[in-house]
């Protein structure tokens, strides 16, 4: 029997985001490359992070500001696999919301594109 649980799906995004370390008072910018309910990859150039190590990330959906603790779960020299701690259900939804802009936007540039074919065909 596998124990392993596998990961939650992955949604791609490309949003900037700045983050600080729990220690730290100076935010370091780095890019969400993709997202799901339970965590991200988060793309950040030339980075000291450590291994689980927690971060507080600020990211803007819509026009609004949004908030929300993680800890690095890995790390390459790319960026690092980030785990949402969300500390309440207020966190969790901010989390789903981002992921249903994302795909709201996704599908909306695709309804915009088949419309755009059907009139060329």
């Known amino acids: 029997m596998d124990t392993m649980k596998a990961p939650a799906p992955r949604t791609p995004l490309n949003l900037d985001v700045s983050f600080r370390r729990n220690y730290?008072?100076?935010?370091?910018?780095?890019?969400?490359?993709?997202?799901?309910?339970?965590?991200?990859?988060?793309?950040?150039?030339?980075?000291?992070?450590?291994?689980?190590?927690?971060?507080?990330?600020?990211?803007?959906?819509?026009?609004?500001?949004?908030?929300?603790?993680?800890?690095?779960i890995w790390k390459n020299s790319l960026g690092a696999g980030i785990k949402f701690m969300p500390l309440n259900n207020r966190d969790v939804q901010i989390v789903d919301d981002l992921i249903y802009y994302v795909e709201s936007k996704r599908l909306g540039h695709r309804g915009i594109l088949d419309g755009i074919l059907k009139k060329v065909s």
């Open 24 to 72: 730290a008072r100076q935010d370091i910018v780095g890019i969400l490359k993709n997202i799901s309910l339970s965590g991200a990859f988060l793309e950040v150039s030339s980075h000291d992070l450590r291994v689980e190590e927690k971060v507080n990330l600020t990211f803007i959906v819509g026009s609004r500001e949004r908030k929300i603790c993680a800890q690095i």
